[in-house]
């Protein structure tokens, strides 16, 4: 029994210090190394087993030395540092982007978005036709669809009368269905060729207009598909100036392949001063829905600050590696 107490102490010794270096990595930000960028995606993860390690470090220490009280406080300072970059997407802090009651909401100024990656392979559209019924969104933008997806989707073109589509087999597919009306609909491809983006002045009932942006950035990690390893990510930068430009309302929404805290995040976010509705409500991890654990938020729904939020939503899996995300905003009436 002694011996087994030792190996699991020592085992929990590993953990600890793997813990501490991946926490110190995940500050290197500035770097072009992808699985050092990657350490920025599982803090909620690494929060949680430091704290683990931590728990048992105390209670299995008996006699301590220097070592082990240097071990607790790298422990220690490592969940600090992961909580650090959580809190803001708990309910304890604050909302960057304040809340309206639906019944106090003018449907005229007001505009339900649902965002979902399809999952190239997935082939289940009839579950994801049957969220778009249930939710009967104002705007559906889809990514990750083919051709097959493309060709699967008529249900949806029938549903709402103004379409844009791109399709692709590399993964960067996009579909964006409304019913309200749009104007001056941009496909650009903000960094690699083959990846697009919608940009479109929409107007809502009321003959408001606001600028959505629907994106779908390259992770800065390493893929088969295209990617930013050892680049500069610059896609969400260049959309966030775009609406620095405009100065009007705006939504930019899409699949980031960046968590919420991310430096390029928080760049995008300053860049075109927006606000990220996640802000005080909860963490929506959205990737992977086929995993239980290793869940991060990669699906964001950003608004100018003359958006106010009577719904935010993560919807049930429906075949893809991603949950669907549900926003219902409502623009300030002038």
């Given at each position: 029994?002694?011996?087994l107490?030792?190996?699991?102490?020592?085992?929990?010794?590993l953990?600890?210090?793997?813990?501490?270096?991946?926490?110190?990595?995940?500050?290197l930000?500035?770097?072009n190394v992808?699985?050092?960028?990657?350490?920025?995606?599982p803090?909620?993860?690494?929060?949680?087993?430091?704290?683990?390690?931590?728990?048992?470090?105390?209670?299995?220490t008996h006699?301590?030395?220097?070592?082990s009280m240097?071990?607790?406080?790298?422990?220690?300072?490592?969940?600090?540092?992961?909580?650090?970059?959580?809190?803001?997407?708990?309910?304890?802090?604050?909302?960057?982007?304040?809340?309206?009651?639906?019944?106090?909401?003018?449907?005229?100024?007001?505009?339900?978005?649902?965002?979902?990656?399809?999952?190239?392979h997935?082939?289940?559209?009839?579950?994801?036709v049957?969220v778009?019924?249930?939710?009967?969104?104002?705007?559906?933008?889809?990514?990750e669809?083919d051709?097959?997806?493309?060709?699967?989707?008529?249900?949806l073109?029938?549903?709402?009368?103004?379409?844009?589509?791109?399709?692709?087999?590399?993964t960067?597919?996009?579909?964006l269905?409304?019913?309200y009306?749009?104007?001056?609909?941009?496909?650009k491809?903000?960094?690699?060729?083959s990846?697009?983006?919608?940009?479109?002045?929409v107007?809502?009932?009321?003959?408001q207009?606001?600028?959505?942006?629907g994106?779908?950035?390259?992770?800065?990690v390493y893929?088969?598909?295209?990617d930013?390893?050892?680049?500069e990510?610059v896609?969400?930068?260049?959309?966030?100036?775009?609406?620095?430009?405009?100065?009007?309302?705006?939504?930019?929404?899409?699949?980031?392949?960046?968590?919420?805290?991310?430096?390029t995040?928080?760049?995008?976010?300053?860049?075109?001063?927006?606000?990220?509705?996640?802000v005080?409500?909860?963490?929506?991890?959205?990737?992977d829905?086929?995993?239980s654990v290793m869940?991060?938020?990669?699906?964001?729904?950003?608004v100018?600050?003359?958006?106010?939020?009577?719904?935010?939503?993560?919807?049930?899996?429906?075949?893809?590696?991603h949950?669907?995300?549900?926003?219902?905003?409502?623009?300030?009436?002038?």
């Amino acid at each position: 029994m002694h011996t087994l107490k030792k190996i699991v102490y020592y085992l929990i010794v590993l953990l600890s210090v793997i813990t501490i270096s991946a926490t110190l990595l995940s500050l290197l930000y500035d770097v072009n190394v992808w699985w050092i960028k990657a350490l920025d995606f599982p803090r909620i993860q690494l929060l949680l087993l430091g704290g683990i390690c931590l728990l048992i470090i105390v209670t299995m220490t008996h006699r301590w030395t220097l070592g082990s009280m240097l071990l607790a406080a790298g422990l220690l300072t490592s969940v600090g540092l992961q909580a650090y970059f959580i809190y803001p997407y708990t309910p304890l802090s604050g909302t960057d982007v304040r809340s309206l009651d639906a019944s106090l909401a003018s449907s005229d100024a007001s505009v339900s978005l649902l965002i979902a990656n399809v999952y190239m392979h997935n082939r289940q559209v009839g579950s994801l036709v049957e969220v778009v019924e249930e939710i009967n969104p104002d705007m559906v933008l889809l990514m990750e669809t083919d051709q097959w997806w493309m060709n699967a989707l008529q249900p949806l073109r029938l549903r709402y009368p103004h379409v844009q589509e791109y399709a692709a087999d590399n993964t960067y597919g996009m579909g964006l269905y409304s019913r309200y009306p749009w104007q001056d609909m941009q496909v650009k491809f903000l960094q690699h060729d083959s990846v697009p983006s919608f940009h479109a002045e929409v107007q809502l009932p009321n003959g408001q207009s606001f600028w959505f942006h629907g994106v779908h950035p390259v992770p800065p990690v390493y893929s088969k598909y295209p990617d930013n390893e050892g680049e500069e990510e610059v896609a969400l930068i260049k959309v966030g100036r775009m609406v620095a430009q405009h100065q009007q309302p705006t939504v930019v929404a899409g699949d980031f392949n960046d968590v919420a805290w991310s430096n390029t995040s928080r760049l995008f976010q300053v860049e075109g001063q927006l606000s990220d509705t996640r802000v005080g409500r909860g963490l929506y991890n959205s990737f992977d829905a086929q995993s239980s654990v290793m869940r991060w938020p990669l699906d964001h729904v950003y608004v100018s600050g003359d958006f106010a939020l009577t719904k935010l939503q993560r919807l049930n899996k429906f075949g893809s590696d991603h949950f669907p995300i549900h926003a219902v905003m409502v623009l300030k009436e002038e």
